[in-house]
Every structure is written in C-alpha cells, then in structure tokens.
C-alpha cells in the first residue's frame, strides 16, 4: 500500500503549484509588479506629497519594498484563495492528505519566491534612480520573511472563512486603507496624532519603519517593528489554522 509522501515534499510541490497559477493572472501580476513599480517611478520623480528630505528615493524604496510584500502577501493571495475555494480547489484539496498547515506554508513559499523576485527587481530599478540602501540586508529579508507570514495567515483566514466576492473588496479595501495609513508613500508624521499612534500597531506600519530604519537610515530594526510583526504572525497562523474553511 502506498503511503502519503513527506510533509516537506507536499509542500514544495504546492508552491510549486502556487507559484505557476500567479505567474498566469493578469491581475496577480498588476498587484505584484505594475502597481508597486509604478508607484516607485511616481513617488521617486515626482513631488506628490513633501516626504521631508531632498533624496525621495531613499525615502520611497522602502515603503514600496514593504507594499510589494502587502500586495502580494496579502491582496493578491487573499483574492486567489477565496475564488478558489468558491469553486472548489480548496475542497478538492481538503480530500489529499495535503493539511491546513502544509496548504499554509506552501502558499507561504510560493509567495517568499515571488517576494525575492520583487525585491531585486524594485531594487535594482531604485538603484538606476540612485538608491543607495546603508544598512544590511539580512535584517531586512528577515524583517520581510517575518511580515510575510503575518499578512499570509491573515489573508487565507480572510479567504478561509468569508464569500469570495467579501474577500475581493475586503482586501482591495484594506490594501488602500494600508496604503494610506502605514507610512509608504509618505510620513506617519503628517497623520492625526491618535490615528498615527493607532497605525504604529499595524504589519505593514511595522515592516516599513523597520526596512527604512534599516536600508534608509543604517540602524537596526526598532524593537517595537519586530514585535508587532510578531505578535501578528502568532495570532494569525493560529486563527488560520482554526477556521480556515476548504469549502
């Protein structure tokens, strides 16, 4: 008789999966690539809105770093998986021996792919527009891997537990409401003084300090960033495990 395969081989082969169905859609791919390029090109050239310093690259990169991470992590998977699970993928996968947690990290390793490939492709563009990241990069891929699990979890709960039609305006309308309230296109400083302290505790407040901390001003990631990330990676993999529903 044959027997399951290994967790670990399962999984690879879902991000495998994953990676193939991301790469076809259109929409996907706007989210992923042409929304956070674009932004970088407008926000580095153009004065929209006064970020407080002369060399707006340094400023922008980080912040379109960390809605890359939002957009795909979050958007882009959110969307996916609930119209996958509205016509049925996710019920045919419930009858593998597939688990919730090995569909979990195999959308989480679909998605670090796709990240690794925004990343040097924004930042080698940033680059040609004269961006020069001070700090280090572990720090920051790190700061990205642990973000990524927190917007992964937070998206197949949305997904996992809501109509696909509630799933694609929820996360279109969080990406905005993130967009404009965690600090990536423009200071945290220019918010009221209470919605600034309340988007400080938000992921993708967190990310963005802690990657402009690191590849803006060459210091370590506040401690605070690490820990709201944290505390949302926690709460959302154990709510994603809990009620995350195939059908």
């Known amino acids: 008789m044959s027997a ?8 690879r082969s879902q991000a495998r999966f994953e990676l193939r169905l991301a790469l076809r859609n259109g929409e996907q791919l706007l989210l992923m690539l042409v929304i956070p390029i674009g932004l970088l090109l407008l926000l580095s050239q153009v004065e929209v809105v006064d970020i407080g310093t002369t060399h707006r690259i340094d400023f922008v990169t980080p912040g ?30 419930g009858a ?5 947690s090995g569909l979990l990290a195999g959308k989480a390793l679909a998605v670090l792919t796709v990240e690794a490939a925004q990343f040097a492709l924004i930042g080698g563009l940033a ?4 961006w020069s990241p001070h700090g280090l990069w572990p720090a920051a891929v790190a700061l990205a891997v642990l973000a990524t699990i927190a917007f992964v979890s937070l998206g197949l709960l949305m997904a996992g537990t809501m109509r696909a ?44 300090d802690g990657l402009r901390a690191v590849l803006q001003d060459g210091d370590a990631v506040p401690l605070r960033c690490w820990l709201v990330l944290v505390v949302w990676a926690l ?13």
């Open 4 to 11: 399951p395969a290994p967790l670990a081989r399962m999984v």
């Open 64 to 93: 379109v770093l960390s809605l890359a991470v939002l957009s795909t992590a979050f958007t882009s998977l959110a969307i996916a998986t609930g119209f996958e699970r509205r016509y049925g993928a996710l019920k045919r996968l």
């Open 96 to 100: 593998t021996p597939l688990p919730r």
């Open 127 to 130: 680059a040609a527009l004269g």
């Open 165 to 208: 039609e509630a799933t694609l305006a929820g996360a279109n309308l969080l990406f905005l409401v993130l967009l404009l309230s965690s600090g990536i296109s423009f200071p945290l400083s220019r918010l009221p003084s209470g919605v600034e302290h309340a988007a400080r505790l938000l992921p993708s407040t967190a990310l963005t």
């Open 235 to 247: 709460a959302g993999v154990l709510a994603a495990a809990r009620w995350f529903r195939w059908d």
